[in-house]
């Protein structure tokens, strides 16, 4: 093997660098670090680790290294909030770069004058609220705090922006740092959802006030919406401690009858003594016509009321986008030898009309349905001539269609043997 006979020299950069005079040096990386904030943010790094630092001159490159990653990315986030977002790409190096922030304030002593500014510089864009962005802002913005008078002023700020996150994150903040005054002030200027009591509820219990939590709570079932399952909770809990089981039986009932699920209708038949399901079944199954259809259609089976399983099944039809493994096609196959009549008409439902132009996926999954059509007519009523004489028509309807043919031919035992 040749080498080169070129003599390899020092770098020229190099070579001008040894030149030069100190000041000529400084003057050259100042120039750079003002001009490309990830180079001034290398020449921290740099000089942390190659030149010994007292512990002051330590915290201040900290703190110039974290002021250096918001330089870098500021423009950007700029552009992201004027904007309502932007490039996926842009707004995950966005991202990448505020997560930097966040373990470098979490991992260094960053002086407290360093954090106070760029917490000033964050606190517009968490008000905007615009960029996309606000869940990296928000972790910068706590992780700008060391301590409880930190996070005081940082609750302020919060309360000035105004606006229900802000203030929800202002009142949790005064409730971390324990003061009960502020943390109430705030709490009651919103009181609308049930997990808004549950929280109240739960201060005072843990507080002491006993009598006040359990008020809070069942104000809450009556003043509330939405959520009201943890206060629910809270209560039946409460109830089972004092032994109140009349009260704890009743609200485990409003927790399982508040979109019932078959798995709610099994953990209550469990909880209740054989006297008391006798005396809440009913009232369980009235509350069948306000659940999901499926959910429905899942209590029906497991109870063996196979005629209101297959009019819940009717009802909603057959499932357009399944693929044969949705419950409601479970539930079909169960139903198939006590209606068969009917369970051949609701998968031939499913095949909408066969004698037009579609996708090659459509027919494929159309091709799935009449497969089942087959097992009806062959396997099921034990009426191979209807199914033979059924699909003919469907393959002369479609013989100028190729892919159709292709696609039923895969699927569809026979096919081909029409």
């Excluded at 005054?181 to 200027?189: C, D, G, I, N, Q």
């Excluded at 078959?262 to 009235?286: H, I, M, P, S």
Aim: aromatic letters at 10%; glycine letters at 6%.
């Amino acid at each position: 093997m040749k080498t080169s006979k070129i003599v390899k020299q020092k770098d020229p950069l190099r070579q001008l660098l040894e030149a030069a005079e100190n000041k000529v040096l400084i003057e050259l990386i100042e120039d750079l670090a003002i001009m490309l904030p990830e180079a001034r943010r290398e020449c921290f790094e740099y000089l942390k680790a190659h030149v010994k630092l007292s512990p002051g001159q330590k915290e201040t490159a900290d703190g110039e290294g974290v002021f250096a990653l918001w330089g870098e990315l500021e423009s950007d986030l700029a552009e992201l909030d004027e904007y309502g977002g932007g490039d996926y790409d842009l707004a995950d190096h966005v991202s990448d770069l505020l997560h930097e922030i966040v373990k470098k304030l979490a991992k260094n002593k960053v002086p407290q004058e360093y954090r106070v500014d760029l917490l000033d510089e964050v606190l517009p864009y968490l008000q905007s609220c615009n960029a996309g962005l606000e869940d990296d802002l928000y972790d910068v913005a706590y992780a700008c705090c060391y301590n409880n008078d930190d996070l005081r002023r940082l609750a302020e700020d919060f309360e000035a922006m105004g606006g229900n996150w802000p203030m929800d994150n202002a009142r949790r903040i005064y409730l971390k740092i324990g003061d009960k005054e502020k943390y109430l002030e705030l709490r009651a200027l919103k009181m609308e959802v049930g997990a808004d009591y549950h929280e109240l509820a739960t201060f005072y219990w843990e507080l002491g006030e006993k009598e006040k939590a359990i008020r809070t709570a069942k104000d809450g079932l009556g003043k509330g919406y939405g959520r009201l399952d943890e206060l629910r909770q809270f209560l039946s809990e409460r109830a089972q401690e004092s032994g109140n089981r009349q009260e704890y039986i009743q609200l485990q009932f409003e927790q399982t009858v508040d979109h019932l699920t078959l798995k709610k209708y099994l953990q209550f038949r469990k909880l209740c003594t054989k006297d008391e399901w006798g005396v809440y079944e009913n009232a369980v199954l009235k509350k069948l016509d306000r659940t999901w259809a499926e959910e429905k259609l899942k209590i029906y089976m497991h109870k063996k009321e196979y005629d209101k399983a297959l009019t819940t099944l009717l009802k909603e039809g057959y499932p357009y986008h399944s693929y044969g493994d949705e419950y409601e096609l479970k539930a079909a196959s169960t139903l198939e030898t006590r209606f068969p009549d009917k369970i051949l008409g609701y998968y031939q439902s499913g095949l909408g009309n066969l004698n037009r132009s579609l996708t090659r996926k459509e027919y494929g999954r159309k091709a799935k349905v009449i497969k089942k059509v087959r097992h009806m007519y062959v396997d099921i009523m034990n009426k191979p001539e209807q199914w033979t004489q059924f699909a003919r028509q469907v393959k002369l309807d479609n013989k100028k269609r190729p892919a159709f043919q292709e696609e039923f031919k895969k699927t569809v035992p026979g096919w081909g043997n029409l």
